[in-house]
């Protein structure tokens, strides 16, 4: 059974950079179109970003476009998301997800795998 873990959160400046990395494990992450998805304090939860298994990214966040990348290495098992330039509006608990259908979602609802989360805080 397919088993998914984060890390690399923390607490970063304005403008700062941090790298979120989804290990998973019991299953070929190959097989499994990966979202990562946030959820600030009080508001639902979103869809940032997805990767399907060809590789295909769609973004679901306007303002990430060109500050946030997300990428895949089926030979590490591991997702990442590549966070440039964040801002205190980034601010929220990101999780990783997988989904086995043929193509991604912004729909938190259609992942049926899901990480424990890892916060990312953005504050000076």
């Known amino acids: 059974q397919l088993q998914l873990v984060e890390s690399g959160g923390g607490l970063v400046q304005p403008g700062g950079s941090l790298t979120l990395s989804c290990a998973s494990s019991?299953?070929?992450?190959?097989?499994?179109?990966i979202g990562w998805f946030r959820q600030a304090p009080g508001k639902e939860r979103e869809g940032v970003s997805c990767?399907?298994?060809?590789?295909?990214?769609?973004n679901y966040v306007v303002s990430v476009n060109g500050r946030f990348t997300i990428s895949r290495d089926n030979a590490k098992s591991t997702v990442y998301l590549q966070m440039n330039d964040l801002k205190p509006e980034d601010t929220a608990v990101y999780y990783c997800?997988?989904?086995?259908?043929?193509?991604?979602?912004?729909?938190?609802?259609?992942?049926?795998?899901w990480g424990q989360g890892t916060q990312v805080t953005v504050s000076s």
């Open positions: 997800a997988a989904r086995s259908s043929a193509y991604c979602s912004a729909s938190w609802t259609s992942f049926s795998t």
């Open positions: 019991g299953s070929p992450l190959s097989s499994y179109n």
């Open positions: 990767i399907r298994t060809t590789g295909r990214v769609t």
